[in-house]
């Protein structure tokens, strides 16, 4: 399968942007999708998850109430809509089925938050 990030920047701190993935073939068909992120030396950690039908969501608490998983329905396209961005959401974002599968990351997308 094949995945592609979209969407990061340079923000100011409270700013907001949004991202976008795109994800194609197996193992992202019908599976549930999720975006994790990286900060620099540290570990990849998981942000926000959907299912397939949109129906189940789920949050990193540091996250909740600020960021927004959506997908299109019935397609591997999901979206995370982040507000009052705070400088510890600064990493590479990436999207991935959740669980990640190894062999499928994407070289996702860099957001950065300036204070």
């Known amino acids: 399968g094949q995945v592609v990030e979209s969407g990061g920047g340079l923000v100011e701190v409270g700013g907001s942007l949004t991202l976008s993935c795109a994800a194609s073939?197996?193992?992202?068909?019908?599976?549930?999708l999720g975006w994790f992120r990286q900060i620099p030396g540290k570990g990849r950690e998981f942000v926000a998850s959907?299912?397939?039908?949109?129906?189940?969501?789920y949050y990193q608490v540091d996250v909740r109430g600020r960021f927004t998983i959506s997908r299109v329905k019935g397609k591997n396209q999901i979206n995370l809509q982040m507000t009052n961005l705070r400088p510890e959401d600064t990493a590479v974002y990436y999207c991935?089925?959740?669980?990640?599968?190894?062999?499928?990351w994407g070289q996702g997308t860099q957001v950065t938050v300036s204070s």
């Open positions: 959907i299912s397939f039908t949109g129906e189940m969501v």
């Open positions: 991935n089925t959740n669980p990640p599968s190894e062999k499928n």
């Open positions: 073939g197996p193992p992202f068909n019908g599976y549930t």
